[in-house]
């Protein structure tokens, strides 16, 4: 079988900085634009950036049906920060009219962790993304990030935070073949989270 070809949604975002990350571990990547790109890819990657903006231009590119049909057919899916609010069911403190795609049976709460956080750093231990108790813990960079409010029983919770008043926050979670951090594991320089992600496209083949 022929490598698989790791997908990322290109129209807003940390594109480049996914793209890269994907290629430090070995994979083959290419920028998804349309449907008849995403036609082509065996996985992708939605970026962080900013999810109302990604919404609107998956509908005006005519994208945002298709992804939706793809999922549900088993697409292995990673979605970092804006990427975890397009892969969420539900949402919370969207702009008026905002749509996910969804997919992930989690409601996610848009900026939770308040305006006078914007960005901080945390030292995360998340065994399922290569970072269990005797490995390094990961480096995990939040900007004006979301976390999963609540989760169904069938998602699977990959990291939670663990200082600070936003301890026991659900920030990283697992379902089926999607997966989504409310972190940037592409600006952090660490590709463990991206190496998690193509073991799981491996393993939906
Ligand atoms: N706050 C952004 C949003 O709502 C996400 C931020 C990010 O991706 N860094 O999409």
């Not at 609107?56 to 049906?65: E, G, I, S, Y």
């Amino acid at each position: 079988m022929s490598p698989p070809v790791i997908g990322v949604l290109a129209l807003q975002g940390d594109v480049l900085e996914h793209t890269r990350a994907l290629q430090q571990c070995g994979a083959r990547t290419a920028p998804v634009r349309r449907a008849s790109e995403l036609a082509e890819v065996d996985a992708l990657v939605l970026p962080g950036g900013e999810s109302s903006t990604i919404d609107k231009l998956l509908r005006r590119f005519d994208v945002m049906h298709p992804l939706r049909e793809r999922i549900a057919a088993g697409l292995p899916v990673y979605g970092s920060c804006a990427g975890m609010i397009l892969l969420a069911d539900r949402i919370l403190d969207g702009i008026e009219g905002q749509q996910t795609v969804g997919g992930l049976d989690v409601t996610v709460r848009r900026n939770a962790f308040g305006r006078q956080v914007d960005s901080f750093e945390e030292a995360l231990h998340a065994p399922a993304l290569g970072a269990g108790s005797s490995d390094a813990p990961m480096r995990a960079v939040f900007i004006r990030a979301p976390w999963v409010e609540t989760a169904g029983p069938s998602v699977q919770v990959l990291a939670t935070v663990s200082t600070g008043p936003a301890t026991g926050r659900i920030v990283a979670v697992r379902q089926g073949a999607l997966m989504a951090t409310a972190f940037h594991p592409e600006i952090s320089g660490d590709v463990r989270v991206h190496r998690a992600f193509l073991d799981l496209v491996h393993a939906h083949r």
